[in-house]
């Protein structure tokens, strides 16, 4: 290629314009932010709202369905979903992949705002609007425990003074404080004295209230002076409250502390938190978007011992359940790969081209890619993350191809007599429409996922863009630098004469002899039995086929492989009627044997959900695991191998089911419903009662099933609620109103804030509730009183109870009734097998068609993964056939080339299946990436066949005869090179190494297979027009010499 003479001639500029390369490459590593993942900007929203006191079903009807109906309007929704439990309501709505998520949370707000008279008007707060981001996902624990201060002080210490300066900190996107409530004067009635003295809650209420105010009072004008007026009506402390008159009885004032008793407490006494059996505050911190998390973590790290200085002596700051402590040595690790890789690449270099020159001018082009790859990233604002990392080690070994075939066909040149100079022109020109028919194959293989808007082409894409930067970047150093290098650095002499070579030279070239050898044998072989060959393609896409049916059967397909984080999540889930003091022992128990497992360093418990509500029949604990190794101080076993340790301990706490499962970074659960069990599914229908009839009958169906395990459904448990019955026509008799007989109920039982206290740092509530002791029985709801038109009434009178049993948990799909059923996966068993077991049962069973099942979570991203992933791959092959046709203005050529990709599919697919490995979104990646790089066999070879015939007169098979023989050593050299460099994924050491392992098993497998079967069918397809054309031209002589003979016997006869 004549264009890059001018840049080769030049190897000063060249060689500065290299260096400058590499220095904006390292300040650009320098500025790169550290992820687990790539950014998703998944366009999915999150609503929350609370309402203390209430049912599930009242949540489900008053606040749920309002909110679904307002927001159900807002044009471009893909799902929407509502879970209410007691006391609160989560509804997730997820937008189309091309809808900008700050467009869509504004217009749920707005539907909000909507949908606001509809609401119930005593909700504590508006409902809450959260913008779902992979980034917000929580990065780090900071626990604050004391032997002195009670809960709720150190609650407000940690959201008055931690969670501002935390925020602060740069690269902190959100801090959630939970383990208890804001500190609040709690108001304790006693039912029986308040009864005694002729009073209701209502009378409480409105004392408060109207007792402890802070307005405005207006101005004063004296003279020249203005003066604000200001009157002492706020009341600061219990005493204070305790001192309230609230009524006059007989002429005596009766006191709050009269009939009722009055304290300093917490907004919600059962919200609790505890570190390693130590009750606890935490604070739960996320990072902002693109923001370095490793570099957050320690920011924060650093200010904790300053914050802790103004804390009381008795306050211990600790952060616990560290997920950047994975990604920091998953990265770790690595960067480690990468540098094993690029010591592998050179040292096979070194053993082909056996000088030192040469390999090192070829070396030089893995620095100048990697340098090219970090520039681009930061441009684009992407982040060092698990993907970005493998595609900088895959890339290693693919960035040297081009260096050494350039280097290869220059030197062969050299040997041949030629001077430097002369020799590298003539091999970049040679050899530069090869090089770029590679690159630019290989760019067309990753452009339909410039198109690919779902959560496949989001992963995948990062991946893709650092990878085809490298490779862009690699030719072009390929081009200009490598040869600009060889004309100036190789000389003859650097060429070892026979005298001249070592042993191990000499026995290196024997053995490159034997083989090139065998190769003329078997492709002389091929050539004669071409006919034969050409059904290999064929032959083994038919194979692929069978052999991923095979995979999919015995070893079973998953979203994302499953990491060792050395995080846990037990969730611990009781019956829906149990109280918070039994549930806390309950739960207690459960992380005591916990805490004893040798495993173990921290175990964080919280009752309930933790930040953003709580659901008061469940617990989560996260525990932090040792380090994974042999040395001292760590552990010796997987994550897996512990999970099944603690869940045999487990199974025995009484009044408890406990699920326990690895924290993932994406995937690993079903990520749908209560996030109970490992994997969930849910049934949709119109009709609440098919729908629990086929929930529970599929339920015990999957139970019989020896591959699931901790089976459970919305079902599976009731609530029991008290119904107060008012007998409307005595209660009107009595002139009672319903709303007296509710506002009295939500006065005793409610918690409910009836006034606020303002300091200069904060506001707090008073809680007006019954005495605890007063309501330990269903029939504490009838000790109250209400006003009535003759005085007061007891609500014993004109009531009765009636126990109602109810669903702990209603979920509506789309504003459809949906029950989800949980389960986990037993010995190794892989999710896509899991759902076949699923959908056979539900067909068994002859499910109606009125209830439909919906996999949600990762059995959703998994079935999407599934139907997705062909019409990527069909896509990428039609890109590069239409690429490779109008380099080559050829219909046939790019055949040819792409005859290759089926022997790279069969390798892949079938190392899957020796090794055990689940087909995974990596293993997609893996198989993409390979038919982008296999077809590079074929071009050196098609590309120099058909120079041979324009240019030196040969024909067909003599030309690609030469052509196969001539690029055997390079084709061997690059596809070893590409091999080894993905050794170290394949090998699987470090943390993290379940992730990256299928990429490099697929990768060995598709090459190792494609070299040897490509190289002899390669020739014989080439092979195919040239005989089809002779086929034809020896019919047409045969129609002519019978045309001949006819026409002799014609005239011979006349």
């Avoid at 009939?259 to 009750?279: I, K, P, S």
């Avoid at 490992?678 to 098919?690: E, H, S």
């Avoid at 790279?904 to 689940?918: E, F, I, K, N, Y």
Wanted: hydrophobic letters at 50%; proline letters at 5%; aromatic letters at 4%.
């Amino acid at each position: 290629m004549n264009f890059f003479a001018p840049m080769i001639r030049r190897p000063i500029g060249i060689t500065l314009l290299a260096i400058g390369l590499v220095l904006g490459g390292v300040v650009a590593y320098l500025r790169l932010g550290v992820a687990a993942l790539p950014q998703l900007d998944v366009p999915a929203v999150f609503v929350i709202a609370s309402q203390p006191g209430a049912s599930a079903n009242t949540m489900a009807t008053t606040v749920a369905a309002p909110l679904e109906r307002h927001i159900g309007r807002i044009a471009g929704i893909s799902d929407m979903r509502s879970t209410s439990n007691a006391g609160s309501t989560f509804v997730l709505v997820q937008f189309d992949f091309n809808r900008n998520i700050d467009d869509a949370a504004r217009e749920v707000q707005a539907a909000i705002n909507a949908a606001a008279p509809d609401l119930p008007s005593n909700l504590p707060s508006a409902p809450q609007v959260l913008k779902f981001n992979t980034d917000q996902i929580p990065i780090l624990l900071v626990a604050l425990t004391a032997r002195a201060q009670p809960p709720a002080e150190l609650y407000d210490m940690a959201n008055s003074l931690l969670m501002p300066r935390i925020a602060q900190v740069p690269g902190v996107g959100r801090v959630q404080v939970f383990g208890s409530a804001p500190p609040a004067i709690r108001v304790d009635m006693d039912l029986d004295a308040l009864s005694a003295k002729n009073l209701s809650t209502d009378d409480v209420r409105n004392a408060l209230t109207a007792a402890n105010v802070n307005a405005p009072l207006g101005t004063i004008t004296e003279g020249q002076r203005q003066l604000i007026v200001q009157a002492n009506d706020q009341l600061h402390t219990a005493a204070d409250f305790a001192k309230l008159v609230i009524a006059v009885r007989n002429g005596t004032p009766v006191r709050l502390s009269d009939v009722a008793h009055v304290y300093d407490g917490a907004e919600d006494m059962h919200q609790a938190a505890w570190l390693n059996g130590q009750r606890s505050v935490m604070l739960q911190i996320s990072k902002r978007p693109g923001a370095n998390a490793l570099a957050t973590v320690d920011a924060i790290k650093a200010r904790l011992p300053q914050l802790a200085a103004w804390m009381p002596a008795d306050v211990h700051i600790q952060p616990v359940f560290n997920l950047t402590n994975t990604t920091r040595s998953s990265i770790h690790e690595i960067q480690i790969t990468l540098l094993i890789s690029i010591a592998l690449v050179i040292l096979v270099m070194l053993v082909f081209l056996r000088r030192t020159g040469p390999t090192l001018i070829a070396a030089l082009s893995v620095p100048l890619s990697l340098a090219g790859a970090f520039v681009t990233m930061a441009a684009l604002g992407y982040t060092l993350n698990n993907l970005s990392m493998m595609a900088l080690v895959v890339c290693i070994g693919f960035v040297v191809d081009d260096a050494i075939v350039v280097i290869e066909n220059i030197v062969r040149h050299m040997e041949a007599g030629e001077t430097p100079m002369q020799a590298t022109l003539r091999g970049v020109r040679e050899i530069g429409f090869t090089v770029i028919s590679i690159t630019v194959s290989l760019l067309a293989v990753f452009a339909p996922l410039l198109f690919e808007s779902s959560m496949l082409g989001m992963l995948m894409r990062e991946f893709s863009v650092t990878l085809a930067a490298a490779v862009v970047i690699s030719a072009l150093v390929s081009l200009t630098l490598t040869p600009a290098l060889c004309a100036r650095h190789l000389r003859h002499t650097s060429i070892p004469h026979e005298h001249e070579r070592t042993r191990w030279q000499r026995a290196l070239e024997r053995f490159d002899d034997a083989v090139l050898g065998m190769y003329r044998r078997s492709l002389d072989w091929a050539l004669r039995h071409r006919r034969l060959m050409r059904w290999q393609p064929i032959l083994l896409l038919a194979l692929t086929a069978v052999l991923v049916i095979v995979t999919v059967k015995f070893v079973g397909g998953t979203f994302m492989p499953a990491q060792d984080t050395g995080l846990l999540r037990v969730n611990v889930v009781a019956d829906a009627d149990v109280s918070p003091d039994e549930m806390t022992q309950r739960l207690q128990a459960v992380a005591h044997l916990v805490q004893a497992d040798p495993a173990v360093t921290n175990v964080a418990t919280v009752l309930g959900g933790g930040p953003g509500g709580a659901v008061g029949n469940q617990g989560q604990l996260f525990v932090d695991l040792k380090p994974y190794g042999h040395g001292p101080g760590d552990r010796p076993l997987k994550s897996e191998a512990i999970i099944e340790r603690m869940r045999k301990l487990l199974d025995k706490v009484p009044g408890v089911q406990c699920y326990v499962n690895n924290v993932q970074f994406l995937g690993g659960g079903g990520g749908g419903g209560g996030g109970q069990a490992q994997y969930n599914f849910q049934l949709r229908g119109d009709d609440p009662i098919a729908l629990q009839t086929w929930t529970l009958r599929l339920e015990d169906a999957l139970r019989k099933l020896p591959q699931l395990r901790d089976i459970g459904s919305d079902y599976d448990d009731v609530s029991v609620q008290q119904t107060v019955h008012v007998d409307r026509s005595r209660a009107a008799r009595l002139g009672v109103s319903m709303a007296s007989v509710d506002a009295a109920l939500v006065g005793a039982f409610g918690q409910q804030p009836v006034s606020t206290i303002y300091s200069e740092t904060n506001n707090y509530r008073v809680i007006l509730s019954a005495a605890s002791q007063q309501v330990v029985s269903p029939a504490s709801l009838l000790n109250l009183y209400v006003l009535g038109s003759g005085g007061m009434v007891p609500i014993a009178s004109l009531a009765r109870l009636e126990p109602t049993v109810i669903p702990p948990q209603v979920v509506h799909e789309s504003q459809e009734l949906a029950s989800t059923i949980n389960y986990g996966l037993k010995d190794k068993t892989p999710p896509s097998l899991g759902i076949a077991l699923i959908k056979a049962q539900a067909q068994g069973l002859g499910l109606p068609a009125n209830v439909r099942i919906d996999f949600t979570g990762d059995n959703q991203r998994l079935q999407q993964l599934q139907s997705n992933i062909g019409m990527l791959f069909l896509a990428a092959v039609v890109a590069m056939y239409l690429v490779l046709g109008i380099l080559y203005e050829s219909m046939r050529h790019p055949l040819t080339i792409l005859s290759t990709l089926p022997a790279a599919s069969v390798g892949a697919v079938a190392a899957m299946l020796v090794t055990g490995t689940p087909l995974s979104l990596i293993a997609a990646i893996a198989v993409l990436l390979l038919i982008g790089i296999v077809k590079k066999n074929a071009i050196l070879m098609v590309d120099f066949a058909l120079d041979a015939e324009r240019n030196r007169g040969l024909g067909p098979v003599e030309a690609i005869r030469a052509a196969a023989l001539t690029r055997f050593r390079p084709i061997l050299m690059t596809t070893l090179v590409a091999m080894l460099s993905a050794v170290p994924l394949a090998i699987g050491f470090g943390v993290g190494s379940e992730l990256r392992q299928p990429l490099g098993i697929a990768l060995i497998g598709g090459l190792a297979i494609s070299q040897l079967l490509t190289l002899l069918s390669t020739p014989a397809i080439y092979l195919g027009y040239h005989d089809r054309q002779l086929r034809k031209v020896a019919r047409r002589a045969r129609r002519a010499e019978r045309k001949r003979l006819k026409t002799l016997a014609v005239s011979s006869r006349s």
